[in-house]
């Protein structure tokens, strides 16, 4: 696929302290730079994954996406032409910003701001996370993945669907409409919820380490209102997480587990078990808003449904000890 992975998010906010604690502490990103009126955090050895501008909004400012080939921003640009949709090629100023070689940017139906990147740049200093962790699960399968909410759901998957070129990983209908999307390798590193509203759901990060997600759950415990979903594990993708609340009111998903399909044979289907195995309680949610999500959950419970194992290596593990 042309588009291989989430390169990068933007934030708009003017709560830039508060994005400095929660980012740096609760999700393990190095600060990279504070210059000017952003800030610029890493995950890995790209020299900025997540942006949050100083400015009023508390939502999502732009979403990038890496291209496979320099020749796909011309291949999109027409795509996107002939489906009636303006485009503008980046300035060597925002490419400069955004640290890639070059862009396009555009927005989809329900008016968020898409970029289309060619070779972002590797940083010179090794990614220091800004506590101790065993690092972020990226490479080839990008940032990881981005939900929003969207008035109309049906409408957006014909755009990402036909237009972009993503791939439909698995949908469901109730209790809302939801539809997730792969580029890669990892179960989807796009998702819609036809919620009714517009604005950022919540963005993921993924850890090597099972307990550099619960180390975070704790720090994020110590906040008044930190946690918005607690601990659990997702249907479709196995993850195990919880969602925080950032300081911007979206949610951050923090995961671990993911799991990881061959695009070339996977088979988009309709899920109807509900999204979490168990856990995931949405905190945010009044006791009857609660209620459909858990009923679900105790259906799959009583029918016994599970992710597969994990395999048991003890030899992994002892070699990893010895390491």
Not at 25 to 52: C, N, P, T, Y
Not at 131 to 159: E, N, Q, S, Y
Not at 191 to 205: K, L, P, T
Request: negative net charge.
């Amino acid at each position: 696929m042309p588009i291989q992975s989430l390169g990068y998010l933007g934030v708009r906010s003017d709560r830039t302290d508060d994005w400095k604690q929660f980012a740096s502490k609760v999700l393990a990103m190095q600060l990279a730079d504070h210059g000017g009126r952003q800030l610029s955090f890493r995950m890995d050895d790209l020299v900025q994954r997540l942006v949050i501008s100083d400015e009023p909004g508390e939502t999502l400012a732009f979403i990038g996406w890496e291209l496979s080939q320099k020749s796909d921003l011309q291949d999109y640009a027409a795509r996107l032409d002939n489906a009636g949709h303006k485009v503008g090629q980046g300035s060597r100023e925002l490419a400069d910003r955004r640290f890639v070689e070059d862009l396009i940017v555009f927005h989809d139906p329900a008016g968020n701001r898409i970029e289309l990147v060619w070779n972002p740049q590797k940083a010179e200093d090794p990614f220091t996370p800004g506590r101790p962790i065993d690092g972020f699960k990226t490479g080839p399968l990008g940032m990881g993945h981005a939900v929003l909410h969207v008035p109309d759901a049906t409408a957006l998957l014909t755009f990402y669907r036909d237009v972009l070129g993503f791939a439909v990983s698995d949908y469901g209908l109730k209790p809302v409409p939801l539809y997730f999307f792969h580029v890669n390798g990892r179960h989807h590193s796009f998702a819609i919820v036809g919620s009714g509203n517009s604005g950022f759901h919540h963005f993921m990060v993924e850890y090597h380490n099972l307990d550099d997600v619960g180390q975070g759950y704790d720090l994020a415990c110590q906040e008044e209102d930190g946690i918005a979903y607690t601990l659990g594990r997702h249907t479709n993708d196995y993850m195990t997480s919880f969602y925080a609340n950032s300081p911007s009111g979206f949610f951050v998903e923090n995961g671990w587990g993911g799991r990881v399909i061959d695009p070339a044979t996977w088979e988009p289907h309709e899920t109807k078990c509900g999204p979490s195995f168990w856990g995931h309680d949405r905190l945010y949610l009044s006791e009857s808003g609660r209620e459909p999500f858990v009923d679900m959950r105790l259906k799959a419970a009583e029918d016994g449904l599970r992710a597969p194992p994990v395999v048991d290596c003890p030899w992994l593990y002892e070699t990893r000890g010895r390491g």
